[in-house]
């Protein structure tokens, strides 16, 4: 992935961690705040970790668990569809946005941030070659680990 795409999707990832869930107040019982439960902490928290270290595949199983804990977490579903981006697999980052969608009939941050990154995703895919930089680094810092409600 390119430079230019990387940097967008890190600044987009730490930026979604520190915003409210939703502008309507939250989903599913109104909290606005962020909907772990369980192992939903932990799992979002290793992958993050496993984010840094580049290993995508891993993080998705893990951001996947976080996801069973909280079907309705915003937050998690842009994540998930911000690493689907850096795995070069933006049909699974548009079913992701397609989640947010659904979750955020009238947007939210989240769904902002996602369809965002899966556009500049694709107008730097269509880029001549020799404007990308071929230097991918893992983010400098992850986003906050959400908590629990």
Same mark, same amino acid.
């Given at each position: 992935? /390119?430079? #230019? &795409?990387?940097?967008?999707? %890190?600044? *987009?990832?730490?930026?979604? %961690? ?22 939903? &902490? ?8 496993? &984010? ?18 909280? $079907?309705? /977490?915003? /937050? ?12 070069? /697999? ?10 947010? #969608?659904?979750? %955020? $009939? ?11 990154? &899966?556009?500049?995703?694709? @107008?730097? *895919?269509?880029? $001549?070659?020799?404007?990308?930089? @071929? ?15």
């Amino acid at each position: 992935m /390119n430079k #230019t &795409i990387f940097v967008a999707v %890190c600044c *987009a990832l730490s930026l979604f %961690c520190a915003a409210p869930v939703c502008a309507s107040g939250g989903y599913g019982g109104g909290s606005g705040g962020m909907m772990m439960g369980g192992g939903g &902490i932990d799992d979002y928290s290793v992958a993050v970790s496993l &984010i840094r270290q580049e290993k995508y595949e891993k993080a998705t199983v893990y951001l996947d668990r976080a996801l069973k804990s909280s $079907p309705h /977490n915003a /937050n998690v579903l842009n994540y998930l569809g911000e690493l689907y981006l850096m795995m070069h /697999n933006s049909a699974s980052a548009k079913e992701q946005l397609a989640e947010l #969608t659904r979750l %955020c $009939p009238d947007g939210c941050e989240e769904r902002d941030l996602l369809t965002k990154a &899966i556009a500049d995703y694709h @107008a730097a *895919a269509t880029q $001549p070659a020799t404007a990308q930089p @071929a230097v991918q680094t893992a983010p400098a810092q992850a986003p906050e680990t959400p908590t629990q409600q």
